[in-house]
Nanobody, 115 residues
Framework: QVHLVESGGGLVQAGGSLRLSCVAS????????MGWYRQTPGKQRELVAD???????NYADSVKGRFTISRDGGENAVYLQMNSLKAEDTAVYYC?????????WGQGTQVTVAS
């Protein structure tokens, strides 16, 4: 099992930046994929960005060029640097960890972008 704890959400003006952090309870270098998803009321959770154990990265088209996912194996942490934030980025952001057995989720952190 993997426990994930997110932090770094908050309220920011449009055009501003936030950095989300996710700390895992075990080595992320042994986890197949770490990712960030987001969800707004009435909508399905959607992928924002993820990184594989080998370092392959994917971004949603809507965040390419603005968001950057990174990881620190020594800290068992994954980060999401969010720049040039827009009102439509407002959502609850969830960290995920996918192993060969299951996908685990953090509790979520609220990001609100004021226009």
């Amino acid at each position: 099992q993997v426990h994930l704890v997110e932090s770094g959400g908050g309220l920011v003006q449009a055009g501003g930046s936030l950095r989300l952090s996710c700390v895992a309870s075990r080595s992320i270098l042994l986890i197949n994929r770490m990712g960030w998803y987001r969800q707004t009321p009435g909508k399905q959770r959607e992928l924002v960005a993820d990184v594989s154990r080998l370092g392959s990265i994917n971004y949603a088209d809507s965040v390419k060029g603005r968001f950057t996912i990174s990881r620190d194996g020594g800290e068992n942490a994954v980060y999401l640097q969010m720049n040039s934030l827009k009102a439509e980025d407002t959502a609850v952001y969830y960290c995920s960890a996918t192993t060969s057995r299951a996908t685990y989720w953090g509790q979520g952190t609220q990001v609100t972008v004021a226009s």
